[in-house]
């Protein structure tokens, strides 16, 4: 099972930090991600990472003001949100995957395994 929390209003150029808790049934995870749901748009890759490791992925349009980290101790997903923007609105899922996917597959929500129940975010003007 995972949780996300830790979303919420905030202005542009302001900043939020999501978490992603896994509990519940033991499972192996070797990546996990976030994922978001612009309204009226389809779900899009935001940043993933790998478990083992710590590599991680962005989306062009988060580079710079965002940043995924984990704590494997925790088993938890972090994401640092700063200098939002009105067009980070959305609703912000979890993702976890058991299998390490590569190239195109790791931005695909279909290949991850587990989701989280999503956070909203929305940034203001």
């Known amino acids: 099972q995972l949780q996300a929390s830790g979303g919420g209003l905030v202005q542009a150029g302001g900043s939020l930090r999501l978490s992603c808790a896994a509990s519940?049934?033991?499972?192996?995870?070797?990546?996990m991600a976030w994922f978001r749901r612009p309204p009226g748009k389809e779900r899009e890759f935001v940043v993933g990472?790998?478990?083992?490791?710590?590599?991680?992925y962005y989306a062009d349009s988060v580079k710079g003001r965002f940043t995924i980290s984990r704590d494997n101790a925790k088993n938890t997903l972090y994401l640092q949100m700063n200098s939002l923007k009105p067009e980070d609105t959305a609703v912000y899922y979890c993702?976890?995957?058991?299998?390490?996917?590569?190239?195109?597959?790791?931005?695909?929500?279909?290949?991850?395994?587990?989701w989280g129940q999503g956070t909203q975010v929305t940034v203001s003007s």
């Open positions: 519940g049934r033991a499972f192996s995870i070797a990546m």
């Open positions: 993702a976890a995957d058991q299998d390490v996917q590569y190239g195109s597959s790791r931005y695909r929500p279909n290949e991850y395994d587990y």
């Open positions: 990472i790998r478990w083992s490791g710590g590599s991680s």
